[in-house]
Nanobody
Framework: QVQLVESGGGLVQAGGSLKLSCAAS????????MGWYRQAPGKQRELVAT???????NYADFVKGRFTISRDNGKNWVYLQMNSLKPEDTAVYYC???????????????WGQGTQVTVSS
């Protein structure tokens, strides 16, 4: 069973930085796109950033210039460097990846359990 395990969340003051990490493991043949989403209390889950195996990135407008997504294809890790954090960035951040597993015939989306990011004003 595929596992996506996030780490790096926590409490930070506005203007500060955090780096999230996500490790994908178990039964993985190949990973296509990887990304980060977030969900604030009372709101729907929203896209933060995605990255292809070739390194092409896509960002939500509200994080452009502040957040940077990267990945290590050899280790199946994806990262999210978050700078200039704002209180409105407070949310649970989820790792997502499209993964082809052993025995499967197509890629499927998998999610991590989420990591809390809280930005105080």
């Amino acid at each position: 069973q595929v596992q996506l395990v996030e780490s790096g969340g926590g409490l930070v003051q506005a203007g500060g930085s955090l780096k999230l990490s996500c490790a994908a493991s178990r039964s993985i043949l190949s990973i296509n796109a990887m990304g980060w989403y977030r969900q604030a209390p009372g709101k729907q889950r929203e896209l933060v950033a995605t990255i292809t195996p070739g390194g092409r990135t896509n960002y939500a407008d509200f994080v452009k210039g502040r957040f940077t997504i990267s990945r290590d294809n050899g280790k199946n890790w994806v990262y999210l460097q978050m700078n200039s954090l704002k209180p409105e960035d407070t949310a649970v951040y989820y790792c997502n990846a499209d993964i082809l597993t052993t025995g499967a015939i197509r890629y499927a989306p998998y999610w991590g359990q989420g990591t809390q990011v809280t930005v105080s004003s």
